[in-house]
């Protein structure tokens, strides 16, 4: 007996342990607002429980959205690996980079690890690739208000950088001229993306900044009709269209 395609599914994790965003609850708002535009479920959660290979299963991708500190125990960082490998996604906002420090595993998955940041204020990105899906709507310099993150090391070695944020534009920035602020992977079967915009809860108000949020949801999903996104057997074959 033929199985039915269940449809596009997003894991959406939120769990905090160390600083909290104010901007939590635009977000998850937000993205469940995507999903019904896009056809896609969003199953919000801050239950870490949830990180295990059958929890997982029906899943495209995880968006670790505005999650900070050790969230995770060993196991359960091992099943979101074995997902990611499997062909599905993992996607990261923000403070996903100030989560599950010392894991070389979560580490390899957002690409980099946060370090400091400076005061709040607006700053001009210089989006390089013109072309990927969670970038492609966006002005080649886009001038937004957010919180500029620096990373322990530059990540773009081992990741393609998508935008960078120049850091003549604003006070406090420590990475230099080449400062990676999105990126994407392909990681050992399946896709990873990371942003760190998204600080303020105006952010999740802005239809630009959505639609970077979306395109990059359907490429670490692998979701079909996702321009950029290279084929590696997707569980879903509904048609999405960031």
């Not at 937004?144 to 990540?155: A, H, I, K, L």
């Amino acid at each position: 007996m033929a199985v039915s395609d269940p449809g596009p599914s997003l894991l959406v994790f939120t769990k905090t342990a160390g600083f909290r965003h104010a901007s939590i609850p635009a977000a998850v708002e937000a993205v469940r607002r995507l999903g019904a535009a896009h056809g896609f479920a969003v199953e919000a959660t801050e239950d870490a429980s949830v990180f295990t290979d059958e929890g997982l299963g029906s899943h495209d991708a995880v968006l670790f959205l505005l999650t900070t500190g050790d969230v995770l125990s060993p196991a359960q960082e091992q099943a979101l690996e074995r997902f990611v490998r499997s062909g599905r996604g993992f996607a990261g906002v923000h403070s996903a980079s100030d989560t599950e420090h010392g894991s070389a595993g979560y580490l390899a998955l957002v690409g980099a690890e946060f370090r400091t940041h400076p005061a709040l204020q607006p700053a001009t990105v210089r989006v390089t690739d013109r072309v990927h899906p969670s970038t492609r709507g966006l002005p080649a310099a886009w001038r937004r208000t957010d919180e500029w993150y620096d990373f322990v090391e530059n990540p773009r070695s081992a990741v393609h950088v998508l935008a960078t944020v120049d850091e003549t534009t604003y006070a406090g920035g420590t990475m230099g001229p080449d400062h990676p602020i999105a990126w994407c992977r392909f990681f050992e079967g399946g896709r990873t993306l990371y942003t760190a915009l998204g600080h303020t809860s105006e952010s999740w108000a802005d239809p630009l900044f959505l639609e970077h949020v979306l395109g990059g949801i359907a490429f670490a999903a692998g979701w079909p009709d996702c321009p950029g996104v290279r084929e590696l057997a997707p569980r879903s074959t509904a048609r999405i269209e960031p």
